[in-house]
């Protein structure tokens, strides 16, 4: 490789790390200010400056004293962080806490967590989850209101017959209230003793006292116009402040049920509730935060208003925020390196196909004609089909929403909407009445409601007000800012007729629905029911099917294109035995090259590694309803993992005896029928056991196979031998690759057992392949027999000092820390919401840098650093994936890993088997006993590292793999420190 192509390796992986870690930099501008954009919420800093929410929750953003933006954080559902931010608190360390809600569709909610970010906006874990199942038709969320309570994170949250005080070491106090969760609009902590109020959907409010009775201090009972506290907030002085949405205001309310107004229109000047006329064209602040500053929005703009002795300072109106130099700054540069590094990329795949015209390689053209051909096929399907699915499937939503809004409408009795004035209406007869019709007909088992919301408005006073929403957000009376004179509103009530709209934009997020006149006995309208689905979710899901399909798409040619190149190097392989093909006798008399033995190899694998993607999650969920001698579903994953290859290192090591025993033709049929017979027990009988005695069976049979592959290797000359043990490090992973694709593909249209079916068929094949190239040489039973005239015992061939710190400092940490990918992959893609055909898919990242990297790589290695200095890098490799991951958990880290363990893997895995074929001890003790032994060291490492991350699943996967790292640095130092010597037949210098 040429000093500037290292240059440009160099360059290009430094800038991915940068773009990789920083990714989220990417969403920010650097040469303009933050606007604005439906904000939700906004939260005092002790530091003078303030947390806003807007983009309806998606989004959340540090604002500085001096009105900078220090940092920006987005949501995004397949993450471990936030994805919609319902209420936010933060501690006097400046730690925040946020509640994250996940819904399905428009409203069913699947889950909600408390999740706690550092003052400088870094995720650091979650304090609380509540996850709900396909089956429970939950629609509000039940952690109600964060509040900091002698320092530390609390909630109020709706349970059974009432609601509780939590924290993070549980129920702190529950307190019975019948129709907590329908009849309780927020909650709020006092600051200077501890105390809390809570506030009803009928306009009262009530505060515990120092005996733990609640006092009623506050009711809109008796008093004119729409009286409507809606949000509270404690002052630092323990003074309580209410935004009332009626009156579009701000208050404090005093002893005696006194109030003294603060701020409305944008004013602290007011003295007085303005008139019902002038309200109408006033903000409505429907949150509040009181602290070094009035922090409220009007769902457009942040309001801010210091807090002075004297009482509100100058409220300050904001829209838009510059940024830090330093955000500025870090931007710019996260935005420059992701330029470089597509600049970087195109240019290597320019020089690529250069390079690949001029090759005399007629394989690699193949194969690069058909991903050539693949991504274009893929484009135009991409174009032509996928083209309008968004605005079909848009047009179809539309049709549903006029269809059940128009039905709703009519069910709706008019005359009983007419009774409904006032907030305290919402324990009324007639509210109930409406709002069971509206609950019968969403709230129901049928799936196919669940994505749609409904909400009835009327129009009170003049304004449009909201008197029921299917989630029960609101109560009888919700009025909304815009108005109603000249509004579609109006027009709808006059002409009696539905109005449908798609991507109309609110504080709550963009939406399409279909508005729907409600009649009164006598043909009035009196009322609109509106029934939609909320256009971002809608989006989101249409763009995850076409991704979906795309993926899928690329996936399996990809795959498909790896299968076609290790039939075009069988193919070559297979050329070079001559004629004699036609006579499967005459095979017996040639030296199989060792292309052709990397099919069976392949085979092995692929089949093996089918549904390594869901096997984990599948063995978990089995172990939830099937107990297998109480043990846990995670010990189960381990055992089921561990029988196929503890067996397999069995077969390994005592492969040697059945082998001369049976001779390697017998041997080879032997362990297909195994491999084969194995993977056919776990379809034909579904159950733990039987899966875990399939894979010790099959575990067995490839056990035998791929060590008579590798014997037939080592014996080679030197230069057939690496070039045997590269080519068998990539078939492995290729097919292992493969299969995990083809596995997650499969799952999508058939059951986890006829997948299974599809594997076992596919293993028969092996028998095939060892009946036909697998023979007894006429001069392997001489050569066996001189070896066993100088063999060294086992104990001193392991104790020897090469062979056991090879063993101690690269096979078994390096092998087992291999088993990540078997393991820990698929339950961590999973907990960050990758689905299990997506994991599958993700597996070939890793088979892309093996089979095309793998040649590379060793010969340029190998010509700069020696044997040893390579087997160490690869390790350092390892150890960096998993620092990376402990660091900053996450989707881009997994698939970082991904790479970088395959990287790792594309030269360290063959050149383990080289180092070891060249050791002196090796060719002493025997070729077939020594990789026999290396089989049983290789496949019992596996077996450790199946159990090893289990434990590190079940106790935190952070700090496991932070410790896994650091064990893998150590024992790699320890390996390239003893023995300093090389191995015999070393070529290179002993430069690290």
Known sequence: MKRNQKIGLVLTLILGLIVCLNYKKLGVNPLEPVTVDTPSMVLNQTDGGKIVTDRSGKRFYKVNADGTIAYMASGARNSKEFYEVKQMVTDGDGSIYLLDVHRSGSRKVELERILKYSPDGTYEACITEISYGETDLVYKNRINRLAILDGKPAWFQFTDGGFSLMSQEGENEF??????????????????DQSFSYLTKTGEIYTRNESGDFKRIYSVEGKEGHWIPWYMSYGKDGGLYCADIGKRAVYRIEEGQEISLVMTNYSNEYTEIPSAEEIRSYPIFYTLDMGEQLLTTDGYGVVAAPAEDTGIGEVIYETEYPLSMSLRVISALVWGAAVLLALLLLLGAFLGIVHLMKSENGNAKIVAGLLLATVVIIALFSMIILRDWNNRMTEEMTKRTQSVSGLAAQLIPGDSMKEIDSIGDYVSSEYQEIRHIMRSMFVTDNASMDDLY???????????????????????VYPYDWPFEGSDEQWMLENKEQLTYTGLAAS????????SPILDSEGNAVGILEVGTSLYSFQQENRQVIVEIVISALAIAVAGIFIVFELLVFGSGFRKLGKGWRSFKALQGREIPADVLRLLVFVIFFATNMPKGFLPIYIINAAKTEEVFGLSPAMLVSIALSAEVFFGALLSFGGN????????????LFGSFLFAGGLSIRALIPTIVSF?????VMGAGWGILLLIVQIMIAEKNEEEKADGFTGYTAASLSGMNCGVVFGAFLVNWLSHRAVLSVIGLISCTTLLFSYIFIYDGANDRVKTEKKEESQMSPLRFIFSPRVFFY????????????????YLYPLMGEEFGISETNIGYSYLLNGICIVFLGAVLTKMLMRKISKKGILVTAALLYAAAFFLVSAYPGVLTLLASLILLGISDSYGLPMQSTYYTDLPEVQRYGYDRAMGMYSLFENMSQVLGSFLFGIIYVNGTGTGLFYAGTVLLVLAALFYLTGRKNAKGEKYGDSF
């Not at 329908?182 to 902590?189: E, G, P, Q, Y």
């Not at 409904?454 to 009888?476: K, S």
């Not at 005896?657 to 080879?668: D, E, L, S, Y």
């Open 175 to 192: 307190f019975p209230y019948e129709d907590a969760e329908n009849l309780l609009v927020d909650f709020a902590v006092n600051p200077v």
């Open 454 to 476: 409904c909400t009835i408005y009327r129009i009170q006073d003049g304004m449009i007000t909201a008197m029921y929403t299917i989630e029960d957000y609101v109560g009888a």
């Open 657 to 668: 005896f059945v082998i001369h025993r049976m001779g390697r033709r017998r041997a080879a």
């Open 692 to 696: 875990i005695a399939g894979n010790a």
């Open 807 to 822: 063993f101690i400092g690269i096979v078994i940490p390096v092998v087992a820390a291999g088993y990540f990918l078997a």
């Open 508 to 515: 709550e997020g963009s939406f399409i629905f279909t508005n």
